[in-house]
């Protein structure tokens, strides 16, 4: 029998919302996990379980369309265009900015990774014997239901390595800001708006750990990259140095010729608003594989 000629439509209503729903599930194992072991530790409330749920933004899409795009052939990774031009890069009067205080800045054209480069990523790079194998604290990178989460616990070398393995490069400092922030100086990559747990995951969403690549499309930023604000802190190709963007070049800076630690950016899901803007710069020594520090590549336009 046809279910879709039966004289009961509502059957056939009732078994496309059930599969869509099982389906939604399946490709989504790690919240119906995190809700168990939320529970299992009496940490799980129904506003927790709300603000998970509202990462989804089911039935909506990104409001920002990108200029162009296009797909790269080593890892399937979506890649968003961003034109050449000047920007906003730095804090405008805004608590600690010091180490960079806001000044005009020219770009050339270049391709962002539209999401964070992720675990299954990682795993095919490491497959065609382009990246080396994680430290052992990553428990979880290999296991097909956190498939899409950002590949964290990788040290700078690992992301460089990476981005050279798919035809691409780590991304500078500006390139990055520019890419989260568009050219209004904006504070976040959706805009000035207040993060909430609709567009961001970060300390006030409640879920303590990273979360998809593809969730979060209300949160964009104006060329249509997700998660540039939490989920993962993000390698950048830049040496850290407090003083640079006190003098810095004005086209393509690319930072310090040398230094100690490398820059990240991003903020992580574990930090507040303040620390999850586009101007928050982060560092640590390039060896250091930690809990939150995860990358994404860039490539130069043409």
Request: aromatic share 12%.
């Amino acid at each position: 029998m046809n279910i879709f000629r039966t004289k009961k439509p509502y059957i056939a209503i009732a078994l496309i919302i059930l599969v869509s729903i099982t389906t939604i599930i399946v490709l989504n194992l790690d919240v119906p996990i995190r809700f168990i072991e939320s529970y299992k530790k009496g940490t799980l409330t129904l506003e927790k379980v709300r603000f998970d749920i509202a990462s989804l933004n089911l039935g909506r899409k990104s409001p920002f369309t990108p200029i162009d795009k296009k797909t790269s052939t080593a890892d399937g990774m979506a890649q968003v265009y961003v034109p050449e031009g000047e920007f906003l890069m730095g804090k405008g009067l805004v608590r600690k900015n010091a180490d960079s205080p806001q000044h005009v800045v020219y770009l050339d054209a270049f391709w962002m990774d539209k999401y964070e480069v992720s675990n299954s990523m990682y795993i095919r790079c490491i497959q065609a014997g382009g990246c080396t194998e994680l430290v052992s604290d990553n428990i979880n990178y290999q296991n097909w239901v956190y498939r899409n989460h950002p590949v964290t616990y990788v040290t700078w070398d690992q992301a460089n390595a990476y981005c050279q393995w798919a035809g691409r490069r780590l991304p500078t400092e500006a390139e990055w800001e520019k890419a989260a922030r568009g050219t209004d100086g904006r504070k976040y990559p959706w805009g000035n708006e207040v993060p909430n747990p609709r567009l961001v995951n970060f300390a006030d969403s409640m879920i303590h750990e990273t979360v998809s690549i593809y969730r979060y499309p209300l949160g964009a930023s104006p060329y249509g990259a997700l998660n540039m604000s939490g989920n993962a802190r993000e390698w950048v190709a830049d040496w850290y140095d407090p003083e640079y963007y006190l003098a810095t070049p004005y086209a393509n800076p690319s930072g310090p010729e040398n230094g100690t630690e490398h820059s990240l950016r991003s903020g992580s899901y574990n930090e507040d608003k303040n620390e999850i803007m586009v101007t928050a710069r982060y560092r640590h020594e390039p060896q250091s594989a930690g809990l939150s520090r995860g990358f994404r590549c860039a490539e130069t336009g043409n």
